[in-house]
């Protein structure tokens, strides 16, 4: 997840660094007048701007297809699109246990594990370009806005797969 949301703000950042960096250079300038202008400068770098950044991450972070690159998952890759089998994790317990997390709190025992398979296919006609990053291969949706499925390289079993996998991936695009 935490990859995630880097990836998603520095898209964000590439796109409206401007909008940064106008204010900030504003008012470093307008301090040679009034050294004010310079505490504010302070503030909007490290209360304003961080603010911002933060429901940017919220506001992105949360839509359904940040669950595609986070959860467990086998890919099949098809001329349709991507075929995604979700592993969703589920605790389970005694049948006459509450599923609570009280109750999974007092059990001195783990509470086994088992995974919900849930199928979502991505078509083709979604996907706006490929992108490569040093630990995955990073597919971007049109909508909603910067979005994206990674792919972490040591998913594919050697480099002829990884290279198939992209060229077919390129051609389906268009």
């Known amino acids: 997840m935490g990859q995630y949301l880097l990836y998603t703000l520095k898209g964000y950042i590439k796109n409206w660094w401007w909008a940064y960096a106008l204010p900030l250079v504003l008012c470093i300038a307008l301090s040679v007048v009034n050294i004010n202008f310079l505490f504010v400068a302070i503030i909007l770098l490290f209360l304003v701007f961080m603010m911002i950044l933060f429901f940017v991450v919220i506001y992105y972070g949360i839509v359904p297809e940040s669950r595609y690159s986070t959860l467990k998952k086998d890919i099949e890759l098809n001329n349709e ?3 995604l089998h979700l592993k969703k994790p589920v605790i389970e317990l005694n049948a006459d246990e509450k599923n609570t997390i009280e109750s999974v709190e007092k059990k001195e025992e783990k509470p086994t594990v088992k995974y919900d398979l849930e199928t ?12 490569g990053s040093d630990e995955c291969m990073l597919l ?5 806005k910067y979005s994206f499925l990674a792919i972490p390289y040591d998913a594919f079993d050697d480099e002829t797969h990884l290279r198939d996998s992209l060229s077919l991936i390129r051609s389906c695009i268009g």
Not at 126 to 131: D, F
Not at 140 to 144: A, D, M
């Open 120 to 131: 979502v296919v991505i078509e083709w006609d979604r996907i706006k370009c490929v992108k």
């Open 140 to 144: 971007t949706f049109h909508q909603p």
């Open 81 to 83: 699109g991507i075929t």
